[in-house]
């Protein structure tokens, strides 16, 4: 065994093989797996191992053809040939006209990765599966791709791939401990040794927390016990002719796919499980837990009436282990927050088909810092905090009750609520409130214009358009009040402060006190890394000079690793995270003034308080931060207030709005307004895909620093030029928004994808965010939007149609 090496991956299932296998490509060789047991012991050497295409985003959907070619190259390699049934095609199907609208949108959105799925009706469905019945079907999504592997087999071929390019596998090598050293190296200590290294990866499946604790870190991740079965041959299937394809059934939650001449039958039950909550036997090593199909006859039923086949079909086997679930479905790849050198790939509940995609995405994360998709999806910061092992089980059991039944736009599903609340959340609640829920945090949507409103779950607008035009209309017209919480601030202090915040934006920082900057901070790749307003707090009893470092609510974890990361030894800089401290309340609309000087004393004239400055102050006799800044297009008032003052600020704020027509408002209006001043949000518009040029932010860019991070790869991506620009488009649609991933066509060819769109109420337009190709991103360009399964005109528009001239925000 070596004794040092570049890095460690941790668990021999299909996380850590493909992981192996990546970094070696990736042309990292000096790397090493250790495993406890055999390779595959954990969850992978039992996994139905149905490998799909189906994703609900582009990063999903792109990692998941990677895994599909690379299988494919596996299986055709005459040295070491796997099976794999690819090819076998899939269907999801659907019973209601929503569910189908969802797959219209998904498979426009998949073909700008190239991926081509199908919608198809009923019959079709039954043509493509002859087992099926058409009863309560109104079709599906075809998915032309999905197929099956064999699991040990395509995790013995990763490692033998891997230490054939250098790497080594260790196998009964069980780790212990995990030391960190004062320059952020690690040793891992195993039962046959220790292991020197640069970086660790936490690949353990559901032995996840174990290894997790060993450097004293807790993930989001809980396993739930998940069974399929295996029947007797089915003599339609010996007769058809062909493999059946796989069935995805969002209607009664199962999944089914061929195996040999009969079916293998997998269930997400209501009635479901958690495993290993209170620790695992350190013998649960190529185990199974023990049959309970009388746990799954909830949609047994269901299964069984879609094909009546099964009647008359014995089942001779039934499979039942555990399958690790985070909060979000979704799994954790990537850096662990507030470690060094430290990362994981857990969390894998589809993890045979997605592992050689992840694995991808991770090695290069590890060897080049960034993956050529943007990660946010997967990434295991986007969680800050909230989530203990309580939150995550029950989340994990929601989603393992809903796995086919995706999430549709403005749905908010009830577990593990609240979890992060402030002061005004009950307030806003007697109010009316709806509230969304924001990295864990409730945030205001609307305010509904009754108890029982419960707008439709659809693609298309909803009930509440029109509660948020009338949000919307009174912001414009009097003024509105909105809290903005759990809003990521760091407070930042010392005589580098300004120096550091130089190098990390790729802009202007202002440095004068009292005023307030916006900036974007790029990665060494000269790619949109983090965007964040810069607030220059003069010294005051309440503090030294200081600034206040603002940006998107899940951003805490990520900003603050990548802050750290950058500050030097020798620099006075200190960053202190004041998100769970104060919480921001948004006065938007032309009156909004008048109400400010009518509880808070001093002059807020424009002259005396223009547009993007900041100062402290109190509002009624509670302590505020003031800053002047706008996301509405507004006049508008971002009243930063510490938790404990919250209420009073906002009875103060009330009662002096009260003569002015003040109403609340919600994130659906603020997502509305800020399409039309073509403002753009992280992680949907801003996306380590795109440099700032492609993204429009070249006033934000000052190429004539001397330095700051990410220079030199945009000096050299200036001179390759643009591969996408972001456009604003007018959408001839009137009757639902863009949605993000949607493919623009010229000529069946697919020119460019959303990243966001929404109703703009003000301007009377549907309105929307899109990266196309140069040379489609001429004002007055027409294009096609692939819309829900329809071609509609789309036309690029000057970006941030309403009061181009800024008029209203510097009133
Ligand atoms: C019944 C069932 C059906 C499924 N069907 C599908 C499907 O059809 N398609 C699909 O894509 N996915 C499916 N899955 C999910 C999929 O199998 C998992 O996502 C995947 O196998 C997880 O792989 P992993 O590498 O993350 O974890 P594991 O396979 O559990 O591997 C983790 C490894 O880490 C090792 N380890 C743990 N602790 C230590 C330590 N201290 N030191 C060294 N090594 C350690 C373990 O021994 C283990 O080998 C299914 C899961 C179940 C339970």
Redesign the pocket.
């Known amino acids: 065994m070596k004794s040092r090496t570049k890095v460690v991956v ?7 093989c493909s992981t192996l296998y990546h970094l070696t490509q990736e042309g990292w060789t000096d790397v090493v797996l ?4 055999e390779l ?5 050497w ?6 799909t295409n189906f994703g609900m985003n582009q990063t999903m959907v792109g990692l998941k053809t990677h895994s599909i070619n690379l299988y494919q190259e596996l299986a055709c390699d005459p040295d070491y040939p796997i099976n794999y049934h690819h090819g076998d095609g899939g269907i999801r199907l659907a019973n209601t006209e929503a569910q189908m609208q969802g797959y219209r949108h998904f498979a426009s959105m998949a073909r700008g990765m190239d991926v081509h799925f199908e919608v198809i009706d009923a019959a079709e469905c039954a043509q493509r599966h002859p087992l099926i019945s058409t009863s309560n079907l109104i079709g599906g999504l075809w998915d032309p791709l999905d197929g099956d592997i064999d ?1 040990a087999q395509l995790c013995q071929a990763l490692a033998r791939r891997a230490r054939k390019a250098g790497a080594e596998v260790y196998r009964n090598t ?2 212990t401990a995990l030391s960190q050293h004062k320059d952020d190296t690690w040793t891992v200590h195993t039962e046959h040794g220790d292991i020197d290294c640069d970086i660790v990866v936490n ?5 996840v927390n ?2 997790g604790a060993m450097m004293n870190v807790h993930h989001p991740v809980s396993s739930m016990e ?3 079965f295996l029947t007797e041959e089915i003599s339609e299937i010996k007769e058809a002719g062909h493999r059946m394809p796989l069935l995805r059934c969002p209607i009664s939650d199962y999944y089914c796919r061929q195996e040999k001449n009969g079916l293998l039958i ?1 269930f997400y039950e209501q009635n479901c499980k958690t495993w290993g909550m209170d620790g695992i036997d350190p013998n649960f090593v190529n185990a199974l837990c023990p049959d309970d199909l009388d746990r799954v006859t909830d949609v047994l039923e269901g299964a069984f009436e879609r094909m009546p086949a099964l009647m008359k079909t014995g089942i001779h086997t039934v ?1 039942n ?4 679930y985070t909060i979000d479905g979704a799994p954790l790849v990537g850096p662990i927050p507030g470690k060094r050198n430290a990362f994981c790939i ?1 969390g ?8 050689g995609g992840h694995g991808w995405l991770l090695a290069q994360q590890i060897v080049h810092g960034e993956a050529c998709y943007d990660t946010w999806c997967i990434d295991p910061r986007r969680f800050t905090g909230h989530t203990n092992v309580e939150l995550t089980a029950l989340k994990a059991i929601e989603d393992y009750q809903n796995e086919f039944r995706f999430h549709f736009p403005h749905e908010h599903r009830p577990a593990a609520r609240p979890a992060k609340t402030t002061p005004l959340t009950p307030i806003l609640a007697a109010e009316g409130a709806e509230f969304t829920v924001v990295n864990g945090w409730e945030r205001m949507e609307y305010v509904k214009p009754a108890p029982d409103f419960h707008p439709s779950l659809s693609f298309h607008f909803d009930e509440t358009f029109d509660v948020v035009a009338s949000e919307v209309a009174n912001v414009q017209n009097n003024v509105g009040l909105c809290e903005v919480n759990g809003f990521n601030r760091f407070e930042i202090t010392g005589a580098d402060t300004h120096d550091f915040l130089d190098r990390m934006f790729c802009g202007h920082v202002t440095r004068k006190p009292g005023k307030v900057g916006l900036g974007y901070l790029l990665n060494d790749m000269g790619m949109i890394k983090g965007e964040a307003t810069i607030a220059n707090i003069p010294a005051s009893y309440r503090g030294d000079d200081r600034v206040w470092y603002g940006s998107a609510a899940a951003a805490e974890f990520h900003d603050m690793d990548w802050l750290h990361q950058h500050m030097r030894d020798d620099e006075d800089v200190h960053i202190k995270s004041l998100t769970n401290d104060q919480t921001i309340l948004v006065m938007a609309g032309p009156k909004a003034r008048e109400v400010l000087t009518a509880c808070s004393r001093g002059d807020w004239s424009a002259a005396a308080f223009p547009w993007l400055s900041v100062r402290e102050c109190f509002i009624g006799f509670s302590p505020a931060t003031v800053m002047s800044v706008s996301f509405s297009g507004e006049l508008a008032y971002e009243i930063h207030v510490p938790n404990a003052s919250l209420y009073a600020v906002y009875l103060a704020l009330r009662e002096a709005g009260a003569a002015h027509g003040m109403k609340l408002f919600g994130s659906r209006a603020v997502e509305s307004m800020r399409m039309e001043k073509g403002f753009l949000h992280w992680k949907a518009d801003l996306l380590t895909e795109f440099d700032p040029f492609e993204t429009g932010l070249s006033r934000f860019v000052k190429m004539d620093k001397p330095n700051f991070v990410g220079k030199s790869a945009l000096e050299e991506r200036l001179k390759a030029g643009s591969h996408k620009k972001l456009v604003s488009l007018k959408i001839d649609c009137t009757h639902a928004p863009a949605y993000a991933g949607a493919s623009l066509m010229e000529d069946k060819e697919v020119i460019g994808s959303i990243s966001s769109g929404d109703w703009g109420h003000r301007v009377g337009l549907n309105l929307a965010y899109a990266f196309v190709n140069p040379d489609k991103s001429e004002i007055g360009t027409v294009m096609a939007l692939d819309h829900l399964g329809d071609m509609v005109r789309a036309e690029v528009i000057a970006t941030g149609p309403y009061d181009p001239s800024y008029e209203r925000i510097r009133a």
């Open positions: 941790i668990g021999g299932g299909i996380a850590g250790v495993e406890r047991n595959t012991s954990g969850t992978t039992h996994s139905a191992a149905q490998v699991p069980p780790v690949a353990c499946g559901y032995r174990e290894v998940h069974q399929y997998g499979v282990g555990p399958i690790t857990i894998l509940r589809a993890g045979i088909g997605e592992g």
